[in-house]
């Protein structure tokens, strides 16, 4: 061998030690869990992270296995997983558990199969990162919500019985001749009577909804038509009142919970209206078309219209315009919107022009009737 071949082997290694020392840095580095392992499930490489999770240095770890470390039911999924990725001879994810230090700790793990150079598959590779905390807030949310539809099921239940007295007493009023030669009156106890009956549909409907919850939600082929008209009649005094003209250009049937989408619309409308330019009635224009495989909704007003830096703040709960603090309302109406638009895997946006007026678009995937009618 001569010594420039000689020279160059040592070359070559050097290169490649200083590659696996870069790797290794790099790997140190990053905040998750990465581990190499051999067919067997031997540990042959493992980062920083992994070391603190095990509590022990590199060199001690290099040769166990997960059942050294963890409870065996748990090394045992581990070595499932490992199994089906080497199976399928693809990159799979997985939700796993590990213990460690802080105790048990919940980690999607990416997995990889390992291959020689041959193109054989030797072992698995696996980055694992930590959501244990992601988790517990999830489960938070999950019992929040629960409590909720607890608090909405008693609080309608409890609501029935006095709207019913309501609807009773007025209806036993107009019967009586204290009315007979009152039509002014009347009227009133007319339209109090149709209130009660529309609170009343209301409560029935949030009832209905609380025991039903979110993951049994029935959808239906809707004609949104009829959802806005439902939505005008439970805002007419509100339109009767400000002389607000809407306009609604034909609309489609759509699958969707009917309930939640007349709620849409009411907040929309209801919204435009409360955002009115003192200086000319209000004008609302409802308009929809299709866009690829979704339908598109507009709800456009001649409003107050909101600044650019407003425009996604809005969507926020019980955020609301600095300019319209003394508008009547809870912040709550257009969160609402975007929650029931977002769960049918739409979004919803603003576009406006402050002075002018406000367009509100949402989008609703298109699904054949017939497909699914739940809520997966």
């Given amino acids: 061998m001569s010594l420039n071949d000689c ?7 050097k290169i490649l030690e200083e590659a696996d ?68 001879q693809q990159a799979l994810r997985f939700e796993e558990q590990a213990t460690g230090p802080e105790g048990v700790r919940t980690y999607v793990s990416t997995k990889f199969p390992l291959r020689n150079s041959n193109g054989k598959i030797v072992g698995v590779g696996g980055i694992s990162t930590d959501i244990s905390e992601w988790k517990k807030t999830q489960q938070a949310l999950t019992d929040s919500n629960q409590k909720l539809e607890r608090f909405v099921s008693v609080a309608s239940h409890d609501l029935q019985e006095p709207v019913r007295t309501i609807g009773l007493l007025v209806q036993s009023l107009m019967r009586s001749d204290l009315v007979k030669d009152q039509p002014v009156l009347r009227q009133s106890l007319e339209e109090i009577l149709r209130s009660s009956h529309r609170l009343h549909s209301f409560i029935q409907d949030l009832l209905q909804s609380s025991k039903n919850g979110a993951k049994d939600e029935i959808l239906e082929e809707c004609d949104f038509n009829k959802i806005v008209r439902q939505a005008r009649e439970n805002l ?12 609604a250009e034909w609309l489609p049937k759509v699958l969707v919970n009917q309930v939640q989408f007349v709620r849409v619309f009411q907040n929309l409308i209801s919204n435009a209206i409360k955002f009115r330019n003192d200086q000319r009635y209000p004008c609302i224009q409802i308009a929809a078309c299709q866009k690829g495989n979704e339908w598109r909704f507009r709800v456009k007003d001649n409003g107050i219209g909101i600044a650019p830096t407003f425009q996604e703040a809005i969507f926020k709960m019980f955020k609301r315009l600095d300019n319209a603090k003394d508008i009547p309302g809870s912040g709550i109406g257009l969160n609402v919107c ?36 739940q809520v997966a």
């Fill in 338 to 373: 975007k929650e029931i638009v977002e769960a049918r895997g739409g979004k919803i946006w603003v576009e406006s022009e402050p002075g002018v007026g406000s367009s509100f678009f949402f989008t609703i995937p298109i699904i054949e009737v017939g497909v699914s009618n």
């Fill in 7 to 13: 020279s160059e082997k040592m070359s070559t290694a």
């Fill in 236 to 247: 007419r005094i509100m339109i009767l009142e400000t002389n607000t003209q809407i306009n």
């Fill in 21 to 88: 020392n870069l790797v290794e840095h790099i790997a140190d580095n990053i905040n998750a869990v990465i581990y190499f392992k051999d067919a067997e499930g031997r540990l042959i490489f493992v980062n920083q992270a992994f070391e603190e999770l095990a509590g022990m240095g590199k060199s001690a770890i290099k040769g166990k296995t997960p059942f050294d470390f963890f409870p065996h039911d748990m090394a045992q999924l581990h070595r499932d997983n490992d199994a089906l990725v080497m199976e399928k």
